[in-house]
């Protein structure tokens, strides 16, 4: 791979104000094509989790605020945190990376392979973030219709 396609691949340049699903899916399609072959299955699995949470939040982005650090850390995993640590990895030789200690015991491999349950924690965070403020926003709305039609025969189910 050439510097600066390495350097496009691995650090887009562009942060979108916002999260663009479409910018997004391109760069984990490129991702994906990248290391397909390159790394073990269970590297490849971690980064499809992962991608599949971007995709989850970027689905449900219409409910985090403008400016949202949620919204910034999605992005920055699947546009920079992830794709760095991939080039980190990717440039070791395969039995070097997956069978000399390099960090505490633990090869290169095992030290990516903690590198990406820490971003799939974050983004698991937020998402919950997300489902918990769709939950919040249900209840209050809820709670506006009990006070609206208070004393109707409507039930709304948010008794006891």
Known sequence: MIGSEKQAFFHDPEVAAGLDPGDLERAMAEQRRRIRGRVPDDVLAAVGRIHGQVREVAARRHALPPGSPDAFVVERTALDYLPAALESYLNLPRGYANRVPVSGGRTARRVLLDQLA??????????????????DRLLAHGRFLEDRFAGTELDVGLGS
């Open 118 to 135: 820490l971003l799939e924690a974050k983004l698991g965070e937020v998402l919950e973030a997300v489902a918990k403020g769709d939950t």
